[in-house]
């Protein structure tokens, strides 16, 4: 999945194609009806809906990253562009076992935006499922999803050097990645990312607790991740 994500980025990067070509992208694109609905579910209405999302919604800090990421998503950041699939949840790619095939599917919400964007909506599902097996006392499964997080990592910038992006727009994918995973992690979290099941659990109790995890670790993650990149998502489980 890193080396699916970063030959799709790596060849439309709009560092790497000519302009003309990236302006044009982003309008055929461009997604209005499908990016709205990622605009207002992902972004806001969980933040103005919900009464747990009172405490993010009045961090002042953690709300303007929300800002940054929600603009970036838009495509207004034109220097840090490329195609995307756009919701590159787990629901949205398969993995042989046998033969490590992957194969991934709708992508209907594809824009020319963010390349974090991909990243982030695939390690989302992982962080989450790290806060589920937690609270599963899946014995080695939290440890097993950090290293994985680490390694699909490496394997997109490993990709992404070997096509030519260079190290200053690898890092800015990486900390826009944890942006967007983290605002994935806090909408579950909050009850506004539909039918996911990553949280749910049959013990009430168990499931405030799974959610609260989830919301600090969005939101330390979200705040800390200037630096250390994806690398913030192995810490944070490390510490459940």
Known sequence: MGFFMAKTHA???????PAAEAENM????????LRDVQLAYVFTKCYEESEKGASLKSDEAYMAEVQFLKSAYRGEQAENRALCHGDLHPGSW???????EAKVIDPEFCVYGPPGLDVGSLLSG????????KYSKTDGAVELISQRILQIWESYTTTMKGNGISDESITRIGE???GFACCEVARTALGFAGDRVWLKFEDPAVADAAEQTALSVAKNAMLGRKGPGVA????????L
């Open 94 to 100: 398969m993995v042989n076992d046998t033969t490590g």
């Open 176 to 178: 826009d990645a944890v």
């Open 11 to 17: 060849l439309t990067h709009s560092t790497v194609v």
């Open 26 to 33: 982003h309008k055929t694109y461009e997604n209005t009806v």
């Open 126 to 133: 992982m962080v989450l499922a790290g806060i589920y097996h």
């Open 232 to 239: 913030i998502f192995a810490t944070e489980l490390g510490g």
